[in-house]
Structures are given as structure tokens and as C-alpha cells.
């Protein structure tokens, strides 16, 4: 169950948003019948699992375009996850839900540090090819102080990789694990997060291979340190990169 929500959940960059489009309505149609067939078998991981990447997707489709940006649907996603384990009493065993945050020693220190120059560099490389695609509702960070960039940039980072890696390093690699084992469990996490970026940054076939990459760091360290802090921290620090070429594309 788990596999097969994850699976076609991943498909949404494909489909695309537009509630419009066949594919799209057949996409969340898919998503809510796993769902409610997890929660009448008795599936509870998938039916919680089913909840959130259900509430993803829909947000993608369903949230007006000034509050449809990533990473509010995940947002949304994230919340509705958390309240379904919250309602089944599971989020008093951390280890049970897989949301907790692990030991930050000097090991998972050099581990990010790694990581984070390692994707700084890619992504630098990257950028002279393929830089940011900015649209119409980006202008806004022309008019703004340079403050203002460094508050928002800072929001960013700290909100999208809370989402990022509290849906996929905590919810999707907890329910695959326990289906596939924990390593398999992390290949399969980076595939999906891989196709999360198709449309994102980086993007394209290119983008997706790297994200793919950048997943399977991300998910042995999550494996590694026993938690979300040391991800989230490269995550964080990554994203910081991201916004800083966006800026500079936009200006």
C-alpha cells in the first residue's frame, strides 16, 4: 500500500495541477480510492500515509495560485499526516511515526558539511546551464531590501526543508521502511523526491537525477544520525543556495 501511494503520488509533476485535465482528476481519484481501501482494510499506516500525500496533491490543485506555490501544498499535506497519526495516538512512540530528530555529533557534523558543499558546487555548475526559471510572481524580489531577501531566503529554507523532510525523510521513508526495509526504503523515497523536482529547482530530467542523488544523502543520513535535525540542516543550507541563484537570476 505504501509503495503504491508513494508511486502514484509521484506521477503529480507529470499530470500536472490543473483539476482540468482528465489525467490530473484521474491522479487524485487513484490517491483517494488507495486511501479509503487502506482505511477500510484496516491499513492504518496507509491509510495515514494516503491522507497526506492525498492532501498534497489536492492543495497543488485546489489552493488559489498566490498560496499554490511549494511549499504550501506540502504544508497542507504535512498537517493533515500529522493529524491523522495524531488522532490514531501513534505520535506518542517517535520511533513508531519516524519523526524525531536524531543526535547531531561531530560524525553527522562533517556528514552536512559534506553534503552541503558537494550540492553547492552541482547546483552552481548547474545554474550557468540551466538557471532558475523565473515567473511572473517571482518580480516581487526586485523591489525588495536587501533585509527583506535575507529574511525571506531564511523562511524558505527553514519551511521547505521542514516540509521536504518531514514528508519524505519522516513520513514516506517511516511507511516504506516498514514495508520494504530501511534501505530500499530510502532508494524508493529518493525516486519520488527525485520526480518532486521535474518542475522545480533543479529542473528537467537533468534535475530529477540529481535530486535523486541529493535524496539517497539525505536519506542515509537520516538513517545514520537516527533522526530529521541532520537532513534538515544540509536541507536548510542547500535551499539557501537555491534561493540566493534565484535572487540572482531575478536581479
Not at 157 to 169: D, K, P, Q, S, T
Not at 220 to 241: E, K, N, Q
Amino acid at each position: 500500500m505504501p509503495v503504491s501511494l508513494v508511486a502514484l503520488s509521484s506521477l503529480a509533476p507529470v499530470v500536472g495541477s490543473d483539476l482540468g485535465h482528465g489525467p490530473t482528476r484521474l491522479l487524485l481519484a487513484g490517491l483517494a480510492v488507495l486511501t479509503l481501501y487502506a482505511a477500510v482494510t484496516g491499513h492504518r499506516g496507509g491509510t495515514q500515509l494516503g491522507l497526506g500525500l492525498t492532501g498534497t496533491v489536492a492543495a497543488c490543485s485546489l489552493l488559489p495560485w498566490q498560496l499554490a506555490w511549494w511549499p504550501l501544498p506540502g504544508l497542507v499535506g504535512v498537517a493533515v499526516y500529522l493529524l491523522a497519526r495524531t488522532l490514531t495516538g501513534d505520535q506518542t512512540d517517535t520511533h513508531r511515526t519516524g519523526i524525531r530528530l536524531g543526535r547531531v555529533s561531530a560524525e553527522e557534523i562533517w556528514m552536512v558539511a559534506g553534503v552541503v558543499l558537494t550540492s553547492a558546487s552541482v547546483l552552481l555548475v548547474f545554474s550557468r546551464a540551466a538557471p532558475p526559471r523565473i515567473g511572473a510572481g517571482a518580480s516581487f524580489l526586485t523591489t525588495m531590501t536587501p533585509w527583506s531577501l535575507v529574511i525571506a531566503g531564511l523562511a524558505f529554507g527553514l519551511l521547505n526543508a521542514l516540509v521536504e523532510e518531514l514528508l519524505f525523510r519522516g513520513a514516506v521513508l517511516h511507511h516504506l521502511g516498514n514495508a520494504l526495509g530501511k534501505w530500499t526504503a530510502v532508494l524508493v523515497q529518493a525516486l519520488a523526491f527525485g520526480m518532486l523536482h521535474l518542475n522545480g529547482y533543479p529542473y528537467g530530467p537533468v534535475g530529477v537525477g540529481l535530486a535523486f542523488v541529493y535524496g539517497l544523502l539525505l536519506g542515509a543520513m537520516r538513517l545514520r544520525s537516527g533522526g530529521l535535525l541532520a537532513p534538515w540542516i544540509a536541507h536548510v543550507l542547500t535551499d539557501l543556495v537555491i534561493f540566493g541563484l534565484i535572487v540572482s537570476t531575478a536581479t
